[in-house]
Structures are given as C-alpha cells and as structure tokens.
C-alpha cells in the first residue's frame, strides 16, 4: 500500500525531472490531486514528548500508566491510548527484570483493614555501599493507606532500636492495633514481646516461608528495591538516610498508588479520614467506613473479627 507520503514525493520527482504539470504528474500514477495537496493538521506533540522524556528518565522505573497520572497532574489532557502511542514511538518501555519461576497454585486472599492504624507491617531490607559493606533498612508500612511510616537505615537494626522507631511513630501518628511482621530474630526477641504488651498491641508472626501474609510490605519492598536501591549506588550512611527521607516523601506526596485509584497515600489517608462523632459513632468518608475483616489465627486460618479504630 502506497503511503500519502511516498504519493506526494513521486508526484515531486516527477515535476522536478520531467518538468510537467501536477495534474498531469497525478493522472500518470493514478493519483488524486487531493490526496497529494492534503496536509496534516494533527497538532504538534513536541512539548508533550519532550515532557515525557524527562519524566521517564528522572521515573525511570515508572511506565506509561503512573507517567500519565503525573503529566495529568500538570494539566495534560490526552487520550491514554494516544499517550502511550507517544510512549510507545519515544522507545520509554520499561525493561522488566528477571526473576527466580514462581510456582503456582491457589492462595487465600489477605484481609485488607478497614482504617488508618488498625494494622502496620514491618520488615528489613539489606543492601550495600560501593565498598561492600553492607547495610540494613527497616521500613514500616499502614496497611490501609499505604503510607511509608518510616525508613530506618543503619549497618545494625537491633530490637531495641526497632521499639524506639515504633515509639518515635506512635507519638505523632498514634498506635496501631495490630503489628504484623516475619519471624526474624529482632521482632521475636523479648524487647519487642515487651514492647507490644505494654502498649496494649497485638503482634501477629506469619507462618514461616509464608511471605504472601505480609503482602503489603512486601509489594512496598519490592518498589523500593524496584526504584530506589537498584538505581542508586551507595557510598556512606548519611547518603542513604537522606537517600530514603527523599524517596518516602515522594512515595507519600507524589507517586501515584494504583491500588488507591492512582492517588497518593496521603491523598488517600485525608479522604478516609473519620469526621467528628455524632452519637458517639465516628463518621467516615464514603467507602472507608470499617467492616469486619477476617484476620489470620495462629494456625493460619482467617477468624471474621471487626478492628478498633485507634487513636
């Protein structure tokens, strides 16, 4: 198929180098004089792609869907399916990594709570500066808002120091009703055992090799890992601490959260918020409202149960 394009530049040559009319140059090759005189009026994308462009090489790990979120955000209006055309012709896929075959099977839904503070996951992740040494973060999820409420980093993350996060947290946020973690030595000790009775917080240990329990943090760690430390090369402590202040702000404030609906956690967080009581009952934003969830029971079972909002 002859494009318009190829048409229009054989009626030209044929102009140029047998010097005749444009009818006649048209009437040779069969082709219609409006189809050759046709310019395009598409508008011009230039300022859309350049924009895109550098969204992508400062997201470099986002695709077309959360970069269209943003640009949305500076006033774009396009159709998704011709931004990712552009996305597309300007080469931005996002290269996906390998990773390890995962077998498959059925797996039990986890219960999603109902409010803010009802259920926080915790976890370490493990990384290395340029030199080798290695360092440790600890990261602290709300399982409803999916707010990032703290990143830790140090070369040694002791129960002691975990308790003295979650304290830091709970004065200015609150406490939790439920922590939910692994089994790993420094959640298991007797500081963090301490620590949960005293605050009147239930610590629930998944199953061990059952990382799917403790999805949340784990799809956080897996962002995290995604975009942050596997793009960034480490060189001292300081540069990690202030490495991480800067990520956690911007996962809260700015990145769009496809499970919220594409809005940030905290975005998400204001608009579920409870309104002031009336009757003693406290009043939520539409479909934030807490409904009773099922929780896991020690055995690994889920009990129907309806969680505390804590303040």
């Keep these: 198929m002859v494009t318009p394009a190829a048409r229009r530049e054989a009626v030209a040559h044929l102009r140029t180098t047998f010097g005749v009319s444009e009818r006649r140059a048209c009437e040779v090759l069969g082709a219609d004089r409006t189809s050759v005189r046709y310019r395009g009026r598409r508008a011009d994308d230039a300022v859309v792609r350049a924009r895109l462009r550098e969204l992508a090489a400062i997201r470099r790990r986002f695709g077309y869907r959360r970069l269209l979120v943003l640009m949305r955000r500076e006033g774009l209006v396009m159709n998704h399916k011709k931004f990712r055309r552009l996305y597309r012709e300007e080469r931005l896929q996002v290269r996906r990594r390998g990773g390890r075959k995962r077998a498959l099977g059925t797996r039990t839904p986890l219960a999603i709570p109902q409010g803010a503070n009802q259920r926080w996951s915790l976890d370490f992740l493990s990384d290395a500066f340029a030199d080798g040494r290695r360092f440790r973060i600890l990261a602290v999820v709300d399982d409803f808002t999916r707010e990032c409420l703290t990143l830790v980093a140090d070369t040694s993350l002791p129960g002691l120091r975990v308790v003295r996060e979650l304290d830091v947290i709970i004065a200015w946020r609150g406490r939790p009703a439920m922590c939910v973690s692994d089994n790993g030595p420094e959640l298991t000790g007797m500081t963090v055992l301490r620590f949960s009775l005293e605050r009147q917080i239930e610590w629930h240990y998944i199953a061990p090799g059952k990382p799917t329990q403790n999805a949340f943090i784990e799809s956080f760690n897996a962002r995290l890992r995604d975009e942050l430390l596997n793009e960034t090369l480490f060189t001292s402590l ?19 959260h496809s499970a919220l609906g594409n809005l940030t956690p905290t975005e998400y967080a204001n608009r579920s918020a409870p309104g002031p009581q009336r009757g003693g009952t406290l009043r939520y934003a539409e479909g934030s409202a807490p409904r009773p969830v099922a929780q896991p029971s020690p055995t690994g079972s889920y009990t129907t149960a309806t969680l505390p909002i804590v303040g």
């Design 238 to 256: 300081a540069q990690v601490r202030a490495v991480l202040a800067t990520w956690k702000d911007d996962y809260n404030n700015a990145r769009p």
